[in-house]
C-alpha cells in the first residue's frame, strides 16, 4: 500500500469500521485559557485522553487489525504482536481482548509498573527489552518470527493513521489543532481489539511505568520486556514475532494504522468546523501524518503544524527533506510517548507533503507548565505527550498569530498519579 492509498476513501471507510468500538470524544473549551493565550484566540480541546485504553491509540491499532483480518494475515489462532512504549501496547492488546487475540507486547525494562500492569491486565504477554531502539525492534521482529503474529505498527501505518480523523468532525470551525503524538493510546487501542479477535504480542521497555503495565496485561496481553534503547526494543520485538509467527501491528509506520488515526480529524472538524490551523505534536509520525493527510483533502485552507520535544530533529528533517538519525537512544523528554528518536518512513513522506514546515519545539519545563494549566482550568490529568500542542501555543505566539481558532489533540491520559512533575 503505497501513501497515494492513504486517501479520502481509506480514511472515511476506516472511521465507519471502528465507529462502533471507539468513543466519540468530546470538545472542550475553556475562557481561562483562552484569556491566558490572548489575541483574541479560542483554543478547543478534543479529549482522546477519554478514549477506549486512555488515548487514540484505539482508533489506529482497531483500524490495523481490522485491515490484517480482511487480509487473512491473522487466521488459525494467529496472534499480534508490536513494541511499544506503553500507550500503543496498551490499545493493541485491548483490542486483541476485544476480539480474542492473544498479543505480545515489546517494551523496554525501564517503563514504569503501571504501564506494564495496566498492559498485562488486558491479557497480553511483555517481552522487555532494553531502552534503545535497536533491542526494542529487535526483539520485536526475533518474536513475530518466533510466533507467526501478526505486527501491528505503532504509528507508521496508513490502517493506523486513517483512525484519527473524527476530532475534525466535531469541531468544524477550527482554526488550528495541536495533536500530540506518541502518547501510547495506540497501543492500548490494538491489543485489546487483538486479543478479542487474534493474538497478539507487544514489544515494551522495561522502563515503562508499572501502571500501564498492568493496563496491558488486564487485557490479557504477555508482556515482552526491552532495555530502554530502540535498538534493544525493535531487536526483541522482531525476535518474538519470528518465535510465535504473530502478525506484527506496527505503533505508527503503517498505512492501516493512520487512516484509524485520521477518524480524530473527522470528527473534529464536524465539531469544530471553522479551525484554521492544526498543531500536532509528532513521536513515530503517525497521526501528525494521519490527520494533516485528511485535512489537506477535504479542508486545505487549514494549515497543519508539528510540534515536538526538543532534540527530535523534524524541524531540520523538513529542511533536510529526509529523516535524521538520532542514534539508538531514546529522546530525553518528560513526554514518553514522544521518545522515540525520529519519524517513521511512510510517516514521514506524508508529514512533509501534508504539513508546514515549520515545526514548534518544546522544553520539558514548557511541557510541564502547559500540563499544570489543564489540570487547574480545564480539571483533566494528561500525559505530558498531550500537552505539547498548548505549550507550542503559548510559545509561539508569533507564529500563531494569524489563527483565531485552533484545535488542540489531548492524545491520552496514561500517567502515574504518584508521579506527578507539578
Known amino acids: 500500500m503505497t501513501s497515494e492509498l492513504l486517501n479520502l476513501n481509506s480514511i472515511e471507510e476506516a472511521y465507519e469500521r ?5 468513543h466519540k470524544t468530546p470538545v472542550l473549551t475553556c475562557s481561562g485559557i483562552d484569556k491566558i493565550v490572548g489575541d483574541g484566540k479560542q483554543i478547543f480541546f ?12 484505539a482508533r489506529g491499532a482497531l483500524n490495523s487489525i481490522f485491515m490484517a483480518q480482511k487480509r487473512d494475515d491473522i487466521k488459525n489462532g494467529r496472534g499480534v504482536i508490536t513494541k511499544s512504549f506503553g500507550n500503543h501496547g496498551e490499545s493493541v492488546a485491548w483490542a486483541a481482548q476485544q476480539l480474542g487475540i492473544p498479543s505480545i507486547i515489546v517494551i523496554p525494562e525501564a517503563t514504569p509498573k503501571f504501564i506494564l500492569d495496566k498492559i498485562k491486565s488486558y491479557g497480553a504477554k511483555l517481552e522487555l527489552s532494553e531502552w534503545n531502539t535497536a533491542d526494542w525492534a529487535g526483539r520485536c521482529d526475533k518474536v513475530q518470527k518466533e510466533t507467526g503474529y501478526y505486527m501491528v505498527d505503532p504509528h507508521n501505518d496508513y490502517d493506523i493513521m ?111 468546523p471553522n479551525l484554521d490551523a492544526i498543531i500536532i505534536s509528532i513521536g513515530g509520525g503517525g497521526l501528525g501524518a494521519a490527520v494533516a493527510k485528511y485535512v489537506k483533502l ?104 494569524d489563527y483565531k481558532h485552533i484545535g488542540l489533540v489531548l492524545c491520552g491520559g496514561n500517567l502515574d498519579l504518584k508521579n506527578l512533575p507539578f
Open 46 to 57: 478534543k479529549c482522546e485522553n477519554f478514549q477506549k485504553s486512555g488515548s487514540f491509540k
Open 298 to 401: 477535504t479542508h486545505p485552507h487549514v494549515k497543519v503544524f508539528c510540534a515536538e520535544p526538543e532534540g527530535k530533529k523534524i524541524k531540520e528533517s523538513l529542511v533536510a527533506g529526509k529523516r535524521l538519525w538520532n542514534g539508538d537512544k531514546f529522546i530525553d523528554t518528560i513526554a514518553d510517548a514522544l521518545k522515540v528518536p525520529r519519524l517513521g518512513d511512510k510517516c514521514f513522506d506524508v508529514i512533509y507533503e501534508n504539513c508546514e514546515h515549520t515545526v514548534f519545539s518544546l522544553t520539558t519545563p514548557e511541557i510541564v507548565y502547559a500540563m499544570k494549566l489543564i489540570y487547574e482550568r480545564l480539571k483533566l490529568v494528561v500525559e505530558p505527550s498531550a500537552a505539547l500542542g498548548l505549550a507550542a501555543v503559548l510559545k509561539y505566539r508569533e507564529e500563531l498569530k
Open 162 to 272: 486513517a483512525g484519527a480523523v473524527e476530532s475534525y468532525i466535531q469541531v468544524p470551525n477550527l482554526d488550528a489543532i495541536i495533536i500530540s503524538i506518541g502518547g501510547g493510546g495506540l497501543g492500548a487501542a490494538v491489543a485489546k481489539y487483538a486479543k478479542l479477535t487474534h493474538p497478539h504480542v507487544k514489544v515494551i521497555p522495561e522502563a515503562t511505568p508499572k501502571f500501564i503495565l498492568d493496563k496491558i496485561k488486564s487485557y490479557g496481553a504477555k508482556l515482552e520486556l526491552s532495555e530502554w534503547n530502540t535498538a534493544d526494543w525493535a531487536g526483541r520485538c522482531d525476535k518474538v514475532q519470528k518465535e510465535t509467527g504473530y502478525y506484527m501491528v506496527d505503533p505508527h509506520n503503517d498505512y492501516d494504522i493512520m487512516a484509524g488515526a485520521a477518524s480524530v480529524g473527522i470528527e473534529y472538524l464536524q465539531q469544530v
Open 18 to 22: 471502528i465507529k462502533p468500538y471507539i
